[in-house]
């Protein structure tokens, strides 16, 4: 009796849930197995070709690498920024407004200024040639460096707006009892600032991670043409018609995101006991 | 300047504006051993000196020593001092245990001396039925005394304690404030203590340094400062008194009413003396000079107020004989008083005044 009620009481909001993200995750995951509605009959195909065919499976590494690269770059970007903003100093309220600028750009137009900054015969290609300079290729490069760039632009404030949240939310005095007992700067970071600021930290990761594997508009217009990230590579599908792919491919993005962030929570519980300190607060 | 008896020295350390306040030349020393109290009301300067003496906030000017050791310019971690907050600041990602072992760790104390030490002081806060708990699970009582068993075990050269009994109720501040003389008597360690509270410092202190508007006022033994204070804010500031205008004359003081009152030191002309209420005491006489105003019976005690020539006057007598509203006494102090010092001109208006 009790059971049905909780039911009762959670419909309007599971139910909400189950309707808009459940249903066609389902949907997605049944496609993929060739099983539902439009399905041909089981089948494992569309999927062991992610990792059989070198145009997906390559996909699947370059939308992890997309994701990856520039999440953990920022991190040691976002981290000693965030740092920087706990301290007083002077121009330090201009610096806490000016970095957040990038997060009123959307991606797309952040991808375009990337690409008149750095493309050959770029802005920058252009001052450098003044001093004798090439700048390279960075833009649709192999290893996808304006695609970073562009990613980094983005996520920096974004990151570095939670962290420092989280680092301002731990008690100077905390800190000062740390240094007293003979903790150097360096240490009480390690032992005191860093795991109390983990939970923030781990959001922060896991937010940026997610949002960049379904990258789309710095892959399309900075990235190289081969590999193509599998978020490029569905929309391929998709103007092909091909539903059975698409539905793989977003099969194996989230599996993909689950794997990476169960090997992110073992790495940092293993490292700064996150399981205390998440609810430490 | 200095001497080989004092553990710590502070000799004009000031802080230019800190917010809207500024600590002004400071200097005092703690000797070995020592129970220092700095007393003062918010926004004395008092927090400020203690932040300044750990490390935490840097001086305008002025010299720290510790052990006769220059520590002015050294990082928090290199002064040998520890600190004990008001809001006790354990790491609430660490059990009971290691908060109390991080300092022994930082300091790369060898393990089996940090395992004497740990269980030392565990023993002697009586913290044992707690180590494994992590510090959200404790009463603030509880991680008052984790806070405190933290600083001890490093021994440091100066332990200071910030407020540490204000975020606790009445009754337990009571306790541990008894706890806290033991444990400094158990330990010797030398202890500067910062509050705003007059019963606290009076209670545990072997001195107490008075400060106001980011100077020091007086200090002194907690009895002398309570019975013969030098500072008018003093004589106010540690419970209610009588300020009462005096004509010198030697080392005695005409009371207003007539009759005269013994003085510590010689000296002549008009002055103030402070008259602490229980320092007074009451004779029925019908040819006395005052009036009993009001007797109102707290208990223990009976505070009066007596109307004597145009003064009123604050007594409080035990309550064995009480005395009627309306009957005519004489009043005579009971101890010899001081001076206080001359106040800026235009500061002292009221002839008596009772706080």
């Known amino acids: ?45 569309p999927l062991t070709d992610i990792f059989a065919e070198p145009k997906y499976r390559k996909g699947l590494m370059m ?90 632009w983005k996520d920096v404030p974004f990151m ?34 860093l795991p109390l600021a983990m939970p923030g930290i781990t959001a922060a990761t896991l937010l940026c991670f997610v949002k960049s594997l379904g990258n789309f508009a710095a892959p399309s217009l900075l990235g190289p043409a081969y590999p193509l990230p599998l978020s490029i590579l569905m929309y391929d599908s998709y103007r092909d018609g091909d539903w059975m792919a698409i539905y793989a491919m977003g099969t ?30 | 300047m200095t001497t080989q008896a004092h553990e710590l020295d502070v000799l004009d350390v000031s802080k230019a504006f800190v917010g809207t306040r500024a600590l002004l030349p400071t200097s005092f020393a703690v000797k070995k051993g020592e129970f220092v109290t700095i007393l003062g009301p918010s926004g004395c300067g008092k927090s400020t000196l203690l932040r300044i003496i750990t490390g935490i906030t840097e001086p305008s000017g002025g010299r720290i020593l510790l052990r006769d050791r220059d520590i002015t310019r ?19 990602h660490m059990s009971v245990a290691d908060n109390i072992l991080f300092g022994l760790k930082m300091k790369r104390v060898p393990k ?52 540490p009994l204000s975020n606790l109720d009445a009754k337990l501040r009571e306790t541990l404030r008894e706890e806290l003389m033991a444990l400094h ?51 106010l500031f540690f419970g209610h008194t009588n300020i009462v205008p005096v004509d010198v004359d030697g080392d005695r003081a005409r009371l207003p009413w007539g009759g005269a009152v013994a003085l510590i030191e010689k000296a002549s002309g008009r002055g103030e003396i402070s008259l602490r209420p229980e320092c007074l005491s009451l004779v029925a006489d019908p040819a006395g000079p005052g009036v009993v105003d009001a007797a109102v019976f707290m208990g223990a005690d009976v505070h009066y ?44 208006d009221a002839t008596v005044e009772a706080r």
């Open chain 1, 1 to 45: 009796m009790r059971a049905v009620h909780l039911l009762l009481l959670l419909l309007p909001g599971v139910g909400v849930l189950l309707a808009t993200f459940g249903l066609p995750l389902f949907w997605a995951v049944l496609g993929a197995f060739g099983l539902g509605a439009d399905g041909a009959g089981f089948t494992l195909i």
């Open chain 2, 74 to 92: 050294l990082p928090p971690e290199r002064r040998d001092i520890a600190i004990v907050f008001q809001s006790y600041a354990l790491f609430p």
């Open chain 2, 112 to 163: 089996e001396e940090r395992r004497r030490r740990f269980d030392q002081v565990v023993a002697i806060c009586g913290l044992e039925s707690l180590v494994t708990r992590s510090p959200r699970q404790l009463s603030g009582g509880q991680q008052q005394r984790v806070a405190l068993a933290r600083a001890l075990v490093v021994q440091p050269a100066l332990l200071l304690l910030d407020e």
């Open chain 1, 63 to 152: 939308s992890l690498y997309y994701a990856i690269a520039p999440t953990t770059l920022t991190l040691f970007v976002a981290i000693p920024l965030a740092l920087m903003l706990q301290k007083s100093f002077i121009g330090r309220k201009l610096l806490n407004g000016l970095y957040k600028l990038p997060l009123a750009v959307p991606a797309i137009v952040a991808a375009f200024m990337v690409l008149t900054l750095f493309e050959q015969g770029g802005f920058i290609d252009r001052l450098l040639m003044l001093g004798g300079w090439n700048i390279g290729k960075i833009v649709r490069d192999p290893l996808g460096i304006g695609v970073i760039l562009a990613t980094l």
């Open chain 1, 252 to 281: 194996v993005l989230i599996l993909a995101a689950f794997v990476v962030l169960a090997a992110y929570y073992t790495l940092t519980a293993a490292a700064f006991g996150t399981g205390k300190a998440a609810s430490s607060r």
């Open chain 2, 305 to 348: 107020t007596v109307r004597i020539g145009d003064h009123l006057l604050r007594v409080r007598r035990g309550s064995a004989a009480p005395l009627a509203e309306g009957t005519r006494v004489s009043v005579t102090v009971d101890a010899p008083v001081s001076l206080l010092a001359a106040e800026p001109p235009g500061a002292a």
């Open chain 1, 160 to 193: 570095t707006l939670i962290i420092a949240g989280a680092f301002g939310a731990i008690p100077s005095d905390t800190v000062h009892a740390a240094r007293s007992l003979g903790a150097t700067r360096l240490r009480a970071f390690w032992a005191v600032q």
């Open chain 2, 185 to 235: 008597k158990r330990t010797g360690s030398t202890t500067l203590y910062v509050t705003h509270d007059q019963s606290e410092a009076m209670s545990m202190s072997d001195r107490i340094i008075v400060m106001k508007d980011g100077q020091v006022v007086e200090s002194g033994a907690p009895r002398s400062l309570y019975m013969r204070p030098r500072q008018r804010f003093t004589a």
